[in-house]
């Protein structure tokens, strides 16, 4: 299976020069732990950072910084970690247990957006593959 088959199409994103508040509103609004930070001003949405909600926790609540005036770009994670959407599934895999990471930007043949795979994703993309097996061995 490839990975543009499995992941999520629909990226919740947000400019690296907005506030952590408005990121966090963000992520309470669309229900996710993470957003893909992009540069607002380029033609094409290319990830050049990722923040989840734990970023927020770590280096902002148990800091005592200020939401307000704290920008995404300055506690992001610079280092994106992608997969090509043509890749399979275990090639998926091997990187996100390669790099310990639960979420995993899917990216075409020129670095832009196209998805995001979670390990949500890869769990249900799994059962799915072990259910098709199961009836195509199963007695009718």
């Known amino acids: 299976m490839r990975i543009k088959d499995a992941c999520t199409r629909h990226v919740i994103c947000i400019p690296q020069h907005q506030t952590v508040r408005a990121a966090a509103r963000l992520m309470q609004a669309k229900y996710v732990g993470a957003l893909i930070v ?3 001003d380029a033609d094409a949405l290319v990830p050049i950072g990722i923040l989840t909600d ?3 926790v770590k ?4 800091n005592h910084a200020n939401p307000d005036s704290t920008a995404v770009a300055e506690i992001m994670t610079a280092v ?5 959407d043509e890749s399979d599934l275990k090639e998926a895999i091997q990187i ?8 995993l930007p899917v990216v ?9 795979v979670a390990v949500d994703d890869v769990y249900g993309a ?5 259910q098709s097996l199961t009836q195509a061995f199963s007695p009718e």
Do not use: K
């Open 38 to 40: 992009v540069d607002a």
């Open 54 to 56: 734990s970023d927020i």
């Open 108 to 116: 075409d043949e020129y670095g832009h957006l196209t998805g995001i």
């Open 126 to 130: 799994l059962v799915d593959s072990l």
């Open 59 to 62: 280096a902002v609540v148990a």
């Open 96 to 103: 996100m247990a390669f790099h310990g990471i639960r979420r």
């Open 80 to 84: 994106v970690v992608t997969c090509q």
